[in-house]
Structures are given as structure tokens and as C-alpha cells.
């Protein structure tokens, strides 16, 4: 029986990674599933690809989650999964170099983002009175990141902000859940700028999973497998959590003492 027949469900940042990973998911497990993302050839390439529908849209811009709430005034599922590191652009994130232009523009994709996106599912869902807002974390906003401070920054208000948003749909009586996934190192189109193609791609990859537990990269697959259960009947009475899915890293293994 799929897990997810006939619920409508819109994913952000669906084109590639993780947001096509669980967009292809919740279509497997019988979803009508709407992608959106703001680079519309490979959304359209991926919506030709998997049989989602497509629509282009800024996470960031007011104006675009109102034009989806004008063509999709109801869903069942919204995943905020869009965002992006900023280490993409050039220029420094750290917390004494950093521009305020910098700062804001992670934040604007992160945290406005994601904003109106709870935003926009409380409003279609709440006649139904029932739904699941998915928000894409990072074990990043749980930890300090020195060299990406506006991403941990963000993504740690994304957190938060989830907690708020499950504990007022509560307070109205509504059975919309809302909860955070917080991703270890998945291994997605993000990491590219840090791997690089040269001949030490697979040396720096070893490097960056060398205090995960499991000692590896996780799968998009493995983010989306999560998001499945937390869209689906089966997590009724999750809400207001937050899921790390790190391969074990924040379970302490690198900070015990005498631990490697
Ligand atoms: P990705 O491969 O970079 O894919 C992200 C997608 O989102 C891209 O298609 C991107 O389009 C799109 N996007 C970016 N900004 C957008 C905006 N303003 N509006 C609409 N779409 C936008 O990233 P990923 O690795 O799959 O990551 C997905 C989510 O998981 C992110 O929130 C990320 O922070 C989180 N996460 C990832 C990891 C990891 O290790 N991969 C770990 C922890 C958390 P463009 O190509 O135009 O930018």
C-alpha cells in the first residue's frame, strides 16, 4: 500500500540533491508531486525525468509563494528543503570577514525561505486541518561552523523556527506537524566547490567524513527515506522534533575523551 496515495505534496530545491531525491520518493509512494526551484532547466529536465510537475520559484520571494498559493491554495506536505551554503560565491563566511551582503543573502534563501514556506503550508493546509511541514536543517545549525557562519546561522534559526511553527499549529487545534531534519554530509551537488575534480577528490572526501561514525558520505535517498516517514501516517504524533541523520557524528563520538 503507498505510504503517501493521493497527498499533495510541494518539495523546494527539487531540480537536483536532496529535494529531487524526496520528491522522487513521495511519487513512488503515490504523491502528486509538485517541484519547485529557481533553476528552471533542470527543473524542467527533472519534472521530464521523474513526472513531477514543475514550477520555478525564489524560496526567497514573497511574490512567488503567492503566485504557488494562487495555483495550489491546498497541499497535504510542504518540504522546505531549498538553500545554499554561500561558499558557492566567492568571498569569505567567517564571522569577522564576512559582508553583511554576504550574510544576508544565506539567510534570505535559509531562513526567509523557509519562513514563508511554513507560512504558505499553514495556509493550505489549515481548512483540512491536517498536513506535514518538512524543514531541511543541517547538523550545521546544531554546531558553530567558523569558516560558514551565516549557513550555521540559518540554518540553526530554521531549527527553531520549526518548533515555533509545530507549537502554534498546535495551539489552533490542527493536526499539522512541522519538524526539522539536521543532514550530516550527504553527498549532493552542494559538496562540489570543496571536492573539487582534481586528483585528490577522493583523499578530501575521506577528510571531510573522517569523524563520522560510519565513515561515509550519506545518500540523498537516505534524507529523502526520512522524509517519507515524517509525510507519512505512520509519524502522527511527531512533531516539533528534530532528526539528525549524520551517520552518528552528533552522537559525540569526536568530543569523548579518549574516543579515537
Ligand atoms: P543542492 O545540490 O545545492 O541543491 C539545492 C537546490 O536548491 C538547487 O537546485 C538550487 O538551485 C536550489 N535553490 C537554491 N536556492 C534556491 C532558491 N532561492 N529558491 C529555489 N531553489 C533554490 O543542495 P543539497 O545538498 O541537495 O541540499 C538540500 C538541502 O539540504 C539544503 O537546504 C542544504 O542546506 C541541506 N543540507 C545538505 C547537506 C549536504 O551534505 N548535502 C547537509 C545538511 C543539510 P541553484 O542550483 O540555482 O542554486
Redesign the pocket.
Known sequence: MPRLEGRACIV??????????IAEAFGAEGATVVA????EP??QTMAAETGCRFLA?????EADWERLAAEFPACDVVVN?????GL?TSGPQDPEHATLEAWRAVH???LD?TFLGCRYAIGAMKAKGEGSIIN?????GLIGVPGAAA?ASS?AGVRNHTKSVALYCAQQGWAIRCNSI??????????EPMLGSGPDRAERMAALVADTPLRR??R?EE?AALAVLLASDEATYLTGAELSLDGGLLAGSAAAPGAR
Not at 36 to 39: A, G, K, L, Q, S
Not at 81 to 85: E, H, L, M, S
Not at 136 to 140: A, D, F, Q, T, V
Open positions: 523546494t530545491g527539487a531540480a537536483r540533491g536532496i529535494g529531487r531525491a519547485v526551484d529557481r533553476d533542470a527543473g520559484l525564489d524560496v526567497a520571494s528543503n531549498a538553500g545554499i551554503t558557492e534570505a534563501v535559509n525561505g531541511i536543517s543541517s547538523r550545521s549557513y540554518k539536521h543532514p550530516g554530509a550527504i553527498l549532493t551537488p552542494m559538496w558520505f550519506g540523498p534524507v
